[in-house]
């Protein structure tokens, strides 16, 4: 059993969360995500400052990447970006007994209003200037759909492509590869979004990924 499993851990996170955005202020959110399962991830949120309620999806595909591990460390005071206003966050990872990642604490502040008025308030606002170069742009997903859309969209920018339409037989294969690679298909409902999305059938989306698995690229 995780520390994530046992509700005296969840209950100390949880209070921990509340001090953290009782300092801060209403600009401020925390989250706490449960790795294991990634279409739920969220598991306590504290503040709002994203729009997301307890049981929303993992922020992002790096959140269930086969690259995390023990050594991975934590990202703190980086920047990401909802829209026009951008925050300050850090995300500092959970361990179980055994040392694998279990989950994250995320926190996010919304200084937009305070940069607006630093000449005022210039002591709340310190912390704003040293940063990391880490730029994370509108990757706060509500619900699947949110997510694979997302996905998808980062896809299109990397390459070039204006939209789904101009996607050929051989892109959305690359395409189906990604999400493959980054397992986004590990969270269920993942694959009728796709086809959704790609205006195809899930039969499609399903022989995309057999070609991928018997080496048609």
């Given amino acids: 059993m995780s520390h ?11 209070r921990l969360a509340e001090g953290i955005v009782a300092v801060v202020g209403p600009h401020c959110e925390v ?11 969220a598991v306590i949120i504290v503040g709002n400052v ?6 929303a999806p993992v922020p992002d595909l790096s959140f269930i990447s086969g690259e995390l591990d023990c050594d991975t460390p934590d990202q703190l005071n980086y920047r990401a970006r909802i829209g026009s206003h ?13 040392g694998s990642l279990c989950g994250a604490v995320c926190i996010n502040v919304d200084y937009s209003s305070l940069v607006q008025a630093r000449d ?22 509500r619900d ?20 789904i339409e101009e996607m050929s037989y051989e892109t959305k294969l690359r395409l189906i590869k990604v999400l493959e690679e980054r397992g986004l298909f590990r969270v269920r409902g993942a694959v009728n979004q796709v086809a959704e999305q790609l205006g195809v059938s899930r039969a499609s989306v399903y022989n995309y990924r057999s070609s991928l698995k018997n080496g048609v690229e």
Wanted: aromatic letters at 8%; charged letters at 20%.
């Fill in 120 to 141: 005022l308030i210039n002591g709340l606002t310190s912390s704003t200037q040293s940063v990391s170069d880490l730029v994370v742009t509108d990757t706060f997903a």
């Fill in 86 to 98: 951008y925050l300050q966050s850090s995300t500092v990872w959970i361990h179980d007994p055994e």
């Fill in 4 to 14: 994530l499993d046992q509700p005296w851990f969840l209950d100390l996170l949880e």
């Fill in 31 to 41: 989250v706490v995500h449960d790795l294991s399962d990634p279409e739920h991830s």
């Fill in 144 to 163: 699947v759909g949110d997510l694979i859309k997302l996905s998808i969209g980062e896809f299109l920018r990397q390459e070039g492509l204006q939209g």
């Fill in 50 to 55: 994203t729009g997301r309620k307890p049981g």
